[in-house]
Structure formats: structure tokens, C-alpha cells
């Protein structure tokens, strides 16, 4: 059974840092692709970031651009969203669903992300 | 950056009846390989976005067959033959065929 468990989301100011974790198991494919979608509260879902497992492909939105580092750690299989200068419209719960033939097929709970001073 | 949009935005429906959700593309999603690459998700209150349909038609496992998806050029539909309580929620779409993914407004489903 494939298990994401996304961690590191805080109340941190405008202009402050983040990393947050995804835990994964159950699946080591590395042809597989894990992703950052984000919901805003109240708001519809925004796809934030993709990284191939493999490593070889990495993309984001153009609002992170610069900002945020996705990555991964195989020996742990795990997932990161380093988030740099946040912003309050960077408030928002984020996921970290892992992604096959573009399908995102399995969702953690998510974790929560408040920017505001 | 492809739009995508749908429509209604809000859908009231009697239990045992039909319901169908229209999601339409800026630009076609059809790849080389001869799938459209459009995904159907469920929100349900309160928890994380669930996948229902992906590639346009196939249905994700564990999802009620009562649940179908369908392509016409840039047109997309889910329908849902038989509405029950527990498909209240929030249905997106979602176009997976480049970045930006993009997903739809959404469309918030409740039972009359």
C-alpha cells in the first residue's frame, strides 16, 4: 500500500524559509514522478512543482521560480519543497502526490503552510 | 499555459439520478501515444483529492463504475450515472499533458 506523509508545514513571516517532507513508502519505482500541488484556503488546487524520481527532470510553476528547490533523497525515499522569500499567497495546505502516466494516484493529507507577520 | 474550464460550477442532484461535469481545454491534450492526457478528481469535504478517471476515460482503481469519463476534441466530460450521498465534493479536472499542469476551477457537487 503506498503511504505519503507530508510534514514541515508552520506559521513563518513574509520573507522567511521553509523545508517541507515527504515521507514515502510502499513504492520505489524510479519512474515514477512526485509532485507539489498546493490549495489555498478556500481555493481550487494549484500544481506547484514536479521531479522525476530518477532525478534527470525537475519543473515549477512560474510564481516559485526561484523561490522554491524541490529535490528528493532515495536511500530515505523521501521528497522535499525547500521554500525560500515565502509570500502570504504562498498560504495554503500543500500535498505531495505521486504522479504515473501523469496521473496523480495516491495523496497525502498534507501539511500546512501559513506565511503572515 | 493551457486553460482549462468548467462547467456548471455548481451542481445540485437528487440521489439516483445522473450527472455530468464538462471540462474543456485550451488546446488539444492528445499525445503522440494516442491518449488525451485529462484526469478527474473528487475532493470530498474535508479530505485529500482523490484520482477518479485518468487518460481521459480509464477509471482509477477502487472507483465505482458508476463513474465514466469521455473525450471529444478539446471537450471533456465525467458523468456520473447515479448520483449517491457519499459523491458530494468537489470534482477538478486536470491537464497532465505539459507544464504548467493545470487543473479546472472546480465543481462543487451537492446533494438537493
Known amino acids: 500500500e503506498v503511504q505519503l506523509v507530508e510534514s514541515g508545514g508552520y506559521l513563518v513571516q513574509p520573507g522567511g524559509s521553509l523545508r517541507l517532507s515527504c515521507a514515502a513508502s510502499?513504492?520505489?519505482?524510479?519512474?515514477?514522478?512526485m509532485n507539489w500541488v498546493r490549495q489555498a484556503p478556500g481555493k481550487g488546487l494549484e500544481w506547484v512543482a514536479s521531479?522525476?524520481?530518477?532525478?534527470?527532470?525537475?519543473y515549477y510553476v512560474d510564481s516559485v521560480k526561484g523561490r522554491f528547490t524541490i529535490s528528493r533523497d532515495h536511500a530515505e525515499n523521501s521528497v522535499f519543497l525547500q521554500m525560500n522569500s515565502l509570500r502570504a499567497e504562498d498560504t495554503a495546505v500543500y500535498f505531495c502526490?505521486?504522479?504515473?502516466?501523469?496521473?496523480?494516484?495516491?495523496w497525502g493529507q498534507g501539511t500546512l503552510v501559513t506565511v503572515s507577520s | 499555459d493551457i486553460v482549462m474550464t468548467q462547467s456548471p460550477l455548481s451542481l445540485p442532484v437528487t440521489p439516483g439520478e445522473p450527472a455530468s461535469i464538462s471540462c474543456r481545454s485550451s488546446?488539444?491534450?492528445?499525445?503522440?501515444?494516442?491518449?488525451?492526457?485529462l484526469d478527474w478528481y473528487l475532493q470530498k469535504p474535508g479530505q485529500s483529492p482523490q484520482l477518479l478517471i485518468y487518460?481521459?476515460?480509464s477509471r482509477a482503481s477502487g472507483v465505482p463504475d458508476r463513474f465514466s469519463g469521455s473525450a471529444s476534441g478539446t471537450d471533456f466530460t465525467l458523468k456520473i450515472s447515479r448520483v449517491e450521498a457519499e459523491d458530494v465534493g468537489i470534482y477538478y479536472c486536470?491537464?497532465?499533458?505539459?507544464?504548467?499542469?493545470?487543473f479546472g476551477q472546480g465543481t462543487r457537487l451537492e446533494i438537493k
Open positions: 502526490p505521486k504522479s504515473s502516466r501523469g496521473a496523480y494516484d495516491d
Open positions: 510502499g513504492f520505489t519505482s524510479s519512474t515514477h514522478w
Open positions: 521531479i522525476k524520481l530518477d532525478g534527470s527532470k525537475i
Open positions: 486536470m491537464q497532465a499533458l505539459q507544464t504548467p499542469i493545470t
Open positions: 487518460l481521459g476515460s
Open positions: 488546446q488539444s491534450l492528445l499525445r503522440s501515444d494516442g491518449y488525451n492526457y
